[in-house]
């Protein structure tokens, strides 16, 4: 997942990323923990429960936070939902359920 992210940000925002450089944290929730900045509640809905979150963060030379959610399936680790917040606003998401 971790060159997911680095392919991505390359791809999507012209963003040259150093992997040493990425956070990452994993989190469980349960629906009614999840903000709607990281999830709207429509596509939660669609979502298992509890879910599991993958974030990758990354703070670049500027100074802009971007930070990739993905949950995945915990058996299969097939990647069910993305989003991506820069500086603390949501600028996309893409539900693959």
């Not at 030379?61 to 915990?74: H, L, T």
């Not at 993305?82 to 600028?91: L, M, S």
């Amino acid at each position: 997942m971790l060159e997911w992210f680095i392919e991505k940000m390359k791809r999507a925002f012209g963003v040259e990323v150093n992997m040493e450089e990425v956070g990452y944290e994993a989190y469980a929730f349960d629906h009614e923990e999840i903000d709607d900045l990281l999830i709207p509640a429509e596509h939660v809905a669609k979502l298992p429960n509890p879910l599991l979150l993958e974030a990758f963060m990354y703070v670049d030379a500027e100074g802009i936070e971007w930070i990739a959610g993905v949950v995945v399936a915990e058996e299969t680790r097939e990647m069910l939902y993305e989003v991506w917040i820069k500086d603390g606003k949501r600028i996309g998401c893409t539900i693959y359920v």
